[in-house]
């Protein structure tokens, strides 16, 4: 090797996500590279408090024909065009071939309205109206969760067209499935891996059993770092978000409890979920005042699989999951200018010019007093 200090923000490198087992490629020098490439269309225009076409407003009629109710606050109803369907369904047929193999999926899907509002994204919402978003979450996890044939409920939001969302409504969705898909799956593989091994641990809370949990031992680390130099965005006093160690996307973050083990959000205390709704607001006026628009991303929630079975006292296998949430956004160096995973992203594995401290440090500065609300004089 060359006889050269490696400096993280400048040297080339690669980051391994103990979560998936991949590895992302980090080439900070890149970030001075000019771009010719496509530019999106910024949301110029301010949506309406109510719009008459949309789908998903307050007594309109769906696209399927169905009308919703005159709610007043968070709502939940069955998607109209779900990828999956509930059950009996058929068989597959005999594969023609032992590598042309499929398997049935049954499930359901509903999705989540935030608001009657059809102008308030999760940036916008008071700290009742996002704690009422949490309780449908909670109930369509639980409802959902102790289906018969239901092995997991995954709860996320797609906002911005640029992330294929059908309806500017503020929204999202919970499928439900007879399997446990590919990422879920492999986290909680890792998870359990983890929960095995012997690391030494420097004051982290526990996994069930008293075993190691990863992420437990990642975010203790992370909390206990110099502010002013690390990758925690905003901290409060039972969450923390961060632009964890192995993002790829150029402003990603990971949300998750840090004071205890929490498996699931059936487990949260009225504390914890009303520190959760203060710190969703936070990252989401974070999110929005740093290119002053309406910022786009794609978020999950990653936990146990379903409930608990009521009753249940011994230790279950996905006990090991921890709680946490992730935001995938794909802005890079504008409101109009995204990132794309493609090329070598798609052959080799993903990268990224910008460190995950530089992005957190952007986010870290900016104001959580939303952008929109700064320009008409409002604080919330």
């Known amino acids: 090797m060359a006889d050269i200090e490696f400096d993280p923000t400048t040297h080339p490198h690669r980051r391994f996500n103990p979560l998936t087992n991949e590895y992302v490629l980090v080439s900070p020098h890149r970030t001075k590279r000019p771009w010719q490439g496509q530019v999106e269309s910024p949301q110029t225009a301010q949506l309406p408090q109510y719009d008459p076409t949309c789908y998903l407003c307050p007594g309109n009629t769906r696209a399927g024909g169905k009308k919703n109710d005159s709610y007043t606050r968070t709502t939940v109803f069955e998607n109209d065009y779900a990828a999956v369907l509930p059950p009996p369904g058929p068989a597959p047929p005999a594969p023609p071939h032992p590598l042309l193999t499929s398997d049935p999926v049954e499930g359901g899907c509903d999705v989540i309205v935030f608001h ?24 369509v996890y639980n409802r959902r969760g102790s289906q018969d044939g239901i092995k997991y409920v995954q ?28 990422l879920p799956a492999t986290e909680l593989e890792n998870l359990t891996k983890y929960s095995a091994t012997n690391t030494p641990s420097d004051g982290a809370p526990k996994g069930p059993g008293g075993k190691a949990c990863l992420l437990c031992e990642y975010v203790h680390f992370e909390v206990n770092q110099e502010r002013d130099s690390g990758r925690i965005v905003v901290q409060n006093d039972h969450w923390v978000a961060l632009v964890p160690w192995w993002a790829i996307w150029p402003f990603e973050i990971l949300l998750l409890p840090y004071r205890r083990h929490i498996s699931a959000i059936d487990e949260l205390t009225d504390e ?31 936990q146990r699989p379903i409930p608990k079975k009521e009753g249940l006292q011994v230790p279950h296998e996905h006990d090991v999951a921890h709680l946490h949430l992730h935001f995938a956004p794909p802005l890079l160096r504008s ?39 700064a320009a008409e004089g409002v604080s919330k």
């Open 155 to 182: 709860i996320f939001e797609n906002k911005g067209s640029i992330m294929g969302c059908s309806n500017p409504h503020p929204h999202g969705q919970a499928w439900s499935l007879s399997v446990i898909p590919t």
């Open 272 to 302: 914890e979920k009303t520190s959760w709704a203060d710190i969703l607001s936070s990252v989401t006026k974070r999110y929005d005042n740093l290119f002053s628009c309406s910022f786009a991303y794609s978020m999950g929630i990653h």
């Open 116 to 139: 009657p509002r059809h102008d308030l994204t999760l940036a916008r919402l008071s700290r009742d109206d996002i704690l009422n978003v949490i309780a449908e979450w909670q109930s």
């Open 335 to 373: 409101a109009t200018v995204r990132k794309f995973l493609v090329g070598f992203e798609l052959m080799a594995e993903p990268q990224r010019d910008l460190t995950p401290e530089q992005a957190a440090a952007r986010l870290r500065a900016l104001s959580e007093v939303h952008y929109l609300d």
